[in-house]
């Protein structure tokens, strides 16, 4: 399947959702690595594209995109599947594997710093591009082989997180602590997703407007790897810092942008990302309708 | 690659699963148990942050820009007239029409997290007030059921929840 196919159907899919299930407006933040606290509502399912455009040096760019479905099962976990792929130009389109996350919320109230914990399992091969989290010793030179060749390597692993979060005076921060075990023999490895954001203006227009600069949420991320357990720290680890915005619009579509920059020679030059998702509400109570729940 | 299989259709169960169970959960809990226990919440509020007056409260496009607010956010729980829904409470009741902005606000920040409402302090601080400002504009239109923690409801639900 094509890239541009292959991401036709993930954005018709997104449109058939929008027309089958009553929807709402998400105040989505604009990270696109980096986790706030805030958990899907329950019952909601949301529906995300996204997009990565990579370069590589002595090798050809990449494009890689993923899709999730973001499940509220409760106020306080929110489990979610992606599915992920890549095109590496002048080379081939692959997928690359699944990812299964869940997130949760430990404290009753919301508090100055409000923690969540994560936990993900992913099935992924070595041909992965997605740069959804670096850490280890991540880094661009891992990414220059050929597919077929990158294809043969197959990643079993477990990630957790402590995803702490705060929003005060309308800006929210966040930081994440990463740390990742290959369920074959490789070590620990760790990494940090670090994130600022701010809405355009605090206060609600009195109509409804697309434009509206409380609709613009911007900020920027900085994530990067912290090596493994027998070598921990910054050396030959790869970071970037990344301008992200997002756009949430009154039709309950958000759109997000994000221009990553790499800080160093492990890293990608530059890593252009886009977004594009939809909150459906209720599906929860549709499905159960569907098995037999009340109505 | 038998064992990624089935490790992906045990992935594909859990999360119907978790769908169905959270489908049905929600359709029986909050139309029948869990109304007074949100009530019984905005007694919990901290005297300091009662005490909070709505800096919003006079300016004249606050309730229509809180309705805005309360249209996208909140009528899939609380219904389009905040009569209340399969999965949130009514807020046309003497518990909210009464309570102090500062407890409204502070109910909103904080959610009611065990029985399904999220937190809010993703809106912005003046967005919050504004909706604060639009649920005081709101009538009183029914009585709530008594705040019993723990306890069965004694009363039958409303026919349009």
């Known amino acids: 399947m094509s890239a541009r196919r292959s991401t036709l159907t993930v954005l018709f899919a997104l449109l058939l959702c929008s027309c089958f299930g009553r929807s709402t407006r998400a105040q989505e933040n604009p990270y696109i690595v980096a986790y706030d606290h805030y958990l899907e509502e329950p019952g909601n399912l949301e529906v995300e594209y996204f997009s990565t455009f990579g370069t590589q040096r002595s090798a050809n760019d990449f494009h890689a995109f993923w899709t999730e479905f973001e499940y509220g099962a409760t106020a306080w976990w929110t489990t979610e599947f992606y599915l992920d792929g890549q095109t590496t130009f002048g080379d081939s389109t692959v997928f690359t594997g699944f990812r299964w996350e869940n997130r949760f919320r430990v404290l009753k109230r919301e508090h100055f710093i409000n923690p969540v914990l994560y936990i993900e399992y992913e099935n992924t091969s070595g041909a992965d591009k997605i740069l959804k989290e670096v850490e280890g010793h991540d880094g661009e030179a891992d990414y220059a082989e050929k597919n077929s060749i990158l294809r043969q390597d197959h990643d079993h692993e477990l990630e957790f997180k402590l995803l702490l979060s705060g929003t005060h005076k309308g800006w929210n921060f966040v930081e994440n602590t990463i740390a990742t075990k290959n369920l074959s023999n490789d070590p620990w490895e760790f990494g940090y997703a670090l994130g600022a954001s701010r809405p355009l203006a605090l206060k609600a227009s009195a109509k409804r407007c697309s434009f509206c600069r409380q609709n613009f949420i911007a900020g920027a991320e900085l994530y990067g790897g912290l090596g493994d357990r027998y070598n921990f720290g910054l050396h030959d680890t790869s970071h970037y810092l990344a301008p992200v915005v997002a756009w949430n619009l009154p039709s309950d579509w958000t759109f997000r942008l994000s221009a990553g920059f790499g800080l160093n020679d492990n890293s990608h030059r530059f890593l252009l990302r886009w977004g594009v998702s939809r909150e459906i509400t209720g599906f929860g109570s549709m499905v159960g309708r569907i098995f037999g729940g009340r109505k | ?161």
């Not at chain 2, 300016?59 to 956010?73: I, K, S, T, Y």
């Not at chain 2, 937190?119 to 604060?132: A, D, N």
């Open chain 2, 1 to 161: 690659m038998k064992k990624q299989v089935a490790f992906f259709i045990g992935v594909a169960v859990s999360f119907a699963g978790s769908l169905v169970l959270a489908g049905q959960d929600k359709a029986r809990s909050y139309k029948y148990h869990w109304d007074a226990q949100v009530y019984a919440e905005l007694g919990k509020a901290p005297a300091k942050a009662r005490a909070r007056r709505n800096p919003l409260q006079t300016d004249p496009e606050a309730v229509a820009a809180g309705r805005n607010l309360f249209e996208q956010h909140c009528t899939e729980c609380h219904g389009d007239s905040a009569e209340g829904g399969r999965k949130g409470p009514s807020l046309l009741v003497p518990q909210i029409h009464d309570a102090e902005p500062g407890t409204l606000f502070w109910l909103l920040t904080n959610g009611v997290v065990w029985r399904g409402m999220p937190v809010w302090s993703k809106l912005p601080e003046p967005q919050r007030w504004q909706l604060v400002t639009y649920l005081k504009s709101l009538g009183v239109t029914e009585q709530a059921p008594a705040a019993k923690p723990g306890a069965a409801p004694t009363a039958p639900p409303s026919p349009h929840r």
